[in-house]
């Protein structure tokens, strides 16, 4: 962790072990760099005090695994690399880009193609659910219990992705109804990075929304030059299993009467956004881990957004982040927030390591909106 008045005139002494006595979200190298930063910190302490109390409620998971997933891991007993190595499934096909080491070998160029849990059948949900649900889902025991999923299955490290997008549809549903949604659902999906490599987890809508197709277009300067601008992937199963006599190796078996089809466009969304419109208009933008306060080309894109009144969602990794990315859009839309920041309970169920702050962090961790 960095001190937190790096860059403001005077070198760092040494590692930031200081942290402040009232928050204890940000820490120094020195007392002397801590007193020059209070001007800058004294407006956000009592904030970031308020957010520390809730660390708990951000850590608390219903796996067997939570404690070493989230405390462990922000305390260094663990990391993301111990965590994956243990289940077999370090730099594993589409496990390769959860951990530090994986983010430098991410090759975006990998086919997209890329079908496999590297897991057995008992972990993973690889065909059809038992039955249809009967009510919305509302947390992650509640998702694995409906998939006769172990609670010692990690795949929640990757299906967080879906999973919120299910979540913020429900939390969007009165507007969208407000549309005209037939068969089709129509989705802008905004900067995305590791699930590239990933895109085949998007095949658990087919359990969540069974009632719809669905088109998520994805859109961002991630995306590779030619070799995936305009790539198409139509996804009518799920993600198998590494049992060789499972029902999911058979695509007669669990082949979908729906489909997801996801189509990859590279650049900004407002540079995109006429190539876009050319073939549907959106039910939902979503920008998962949008960081719209840290990245000034958010600004066109958000007063595209606003002139829509399509609802979208942001998700970021940390309530500090998600409020500082509501003031920005608040700013830009002279708006409220259609959706307050509010805790996503499908957020990544494992902490991010080397965070700005001491505040736990989890991907897709809070959601709000415009």
Same mark, same amino acid.
């Given at each position: ?20 006595a ?8 020195s007392l ?34 939570s ?18 190595s ?7 096909g ?17 086919p ?5 849990w ?12 038992i ?16 998939r ?7 795949? %929640? ?37 590791k699930e590239?490599?990933?895109? %085949? ?22 995306? =590779? ?10 996804l ?20 979908s ?13 407002h ?6 419109m ?14 719209? %306060? %840290? ?6 894109t ?30 830009a ?8 920041i509010?805790?996503? =309970? ?6 991010v ?18």
């Open positions: 962790m960095e001190c937190a008045a790096k860059g403001r005139g005077t070198r760092c002494v040494g590692p930031a072990i200081r942290r402040c009232r928050c204890g979200a940000v820490a120094y190298c002397s760099h801590q007193i020059s930063h209070w001007s800058d910190h004294e407006q956000e302490c009592e904030r970031l005090e308020e957010q520390m109390r809730d660390a708990d409620i951000l850590n608390t998971f219903p796996f067997t695994f404690e070493e997933a989230t405390l462990q891991i922000l305390k260094e007993k663990e990391s993301r690399c111990t965590f994956l243990k289940r077999s499934i370090h730099q594993r589409i496990w390769s880009c959860e951990c530090s080491c994986g983010v430098s070998n991410t090759n975006h160029n990998c997209a193609s890329i079908n496999c590297n897991l057995p059948s008992t972990l993973v949900p690889c065909s059809d659910p039955s249809s649900l009967s009510k919305q889902l509302s947390c992650w025991k509640e998702y694995y219990d409906w006769s999923i172990s609670l010692d299955s990690p795949v %929640a490290l990757l299906l967080h992705w879906p999973l919120t997008i299910y979540y913020a549809l429900q939390l969007n549903d009165s507007r969208i109804r407000r549309r005209d949604v037939s068969k089709l659902i129509n989705i802008h999906y905004l900067g995305p990075d590239l490599i990933q895109l %085949a987890v998007f095949g658990e809508l087919l359990a969540l929304i069974p009632d719809y197709d669905v088109h998520i277009d994805f859109v961002g300067p991630a995306i =590779p030059d030619c070799s995936r601008d305009g790539e198409t992937t139509h009518h199963s799920y993600v198998r299993c590494d049992d060789r006599d499972c029902e999911c190796k058979d695509p007669s078996e669990t082949s009467g729906s489909v997801v089809t996801m189509r990859l466009l590279k650049g900004f969304y540079d995109r956004f006429k190539d876009l050319k073939d549907s208009f959106p039910h939902l933008i979503i920008a998962p881990n949008a960081g719209v %306060a %840290a990245y000034p080309s958010w600004m066109e958000v007063e595209l957004i606003h002139g829509l009144n399509t609802p979208a969602v942001f998700t970021d990794f940390c309530e500090e982040a998600a409020h500082l990315a509501a003031c920005c859009l608040s700013s839309t002279g708006c409220k927030l259609a959706l307050p509010q805790l996503n =309970p499908f957020r990544q169920p494992m902490a390591e080397d965070t700005a702050l001491h505040v736990p962090c989890y991907s897709n961790c809070f959601l709000f909106g415009i």
